[in-house]
Every structure is written in C-alpha cells, then in structure tokens.
Nanobody
Framework: QVQLVESGGGLVQAGGSLRLSCAAS????????VGWYRQAPGKQREWVAF???????QYAYYGKGRFTISRYNAKNTVYLQMSSLKPEYTDVYYC?????????WGQGTQVTVSS
C-alpha cells in the first residue's frame, strides 16, 4: 500500500516562496507520474503540475515560470517549489502518485498566502 506524505506548507507573505514535498513509501514501483493539485473548501480539486517517469513536466498556466516540480528518486520524493506567491494560491495542496495499477493521494498540506 503506497503512502504519500505532503509537507512544507505554511503561512507566507505575498511574493514569498514555499517548497512542498511529497514523500512516497510502501512498495512504490511502476510509477507513471506524480502530480500536485490544489483544493479550496467547497470547490473541485484542480491540477497544478505534474512530472512523469521520463522527467517531462507541465504546469497550470499560472504556474509557468513561477512553480518548479522536481523529483529526488533515491528518496521517492517529489517537490513543488513555488515562488512569487499570491493570496489566490491559498489552498490545500495534494500530491497524487499514479502507477500502472492505481492512483494514490496524500492527506494534503495547507498553503496560506497573506496579502
């Protein structure tokens, strides 16, 4: 059973930076991709960025030039470096690990950007 633990969220002022981490454990193999999503209360979860097993990555339009997704394979960890943060990026951020067999979610980490 794959377990994902997100960390790195917190309170930051507008214009600041945060680095989110998603650490995977428990028989992680046959990974297709890892994505980051965000969700506000009462709203649908929306995609932020992803990186696939070949290292290809993509970002939501607001993340281009502002967010960087990367991975540290030896630690089964994926990072989301976020800079130039705005208050509208305040949400709970989740990572999603997709294998050839299933899809796994973490518990989320709160990001709050103050104005």
């Amino acid at each position: 059973q794959v377990q994902l633990v997100e960390s790195g969220g917190g309170l930051v002022q507008a214009g600041g930076s945060l680095r989110l981490s998603c650490a995977a454990s428990g028989g992680v193999f046959s990974i297709k991709a890892v994505g980051w999503y965000r969700q506000a209360p009462g709203k649908q979860r929306e995609w932020v960025a992803f990186i696939n097993s070949g290292g290809f990555n993509q970002y939501a339009y607001y993340g281009k030039g502002r967010f960087t997704i990367s991975r540290y394979n030896a630690k089964n960890t994926v990072y989301l470096q976020m800079s130039s943060l705005k208050p509208e990026y305040t949400d709970v951020y989740y990572c999603n690990l997709v294998t050839y067999y299933d899809s796994n979610w973490g518990q989320g980490t709160q990001v709050t950007v103050s104005s």
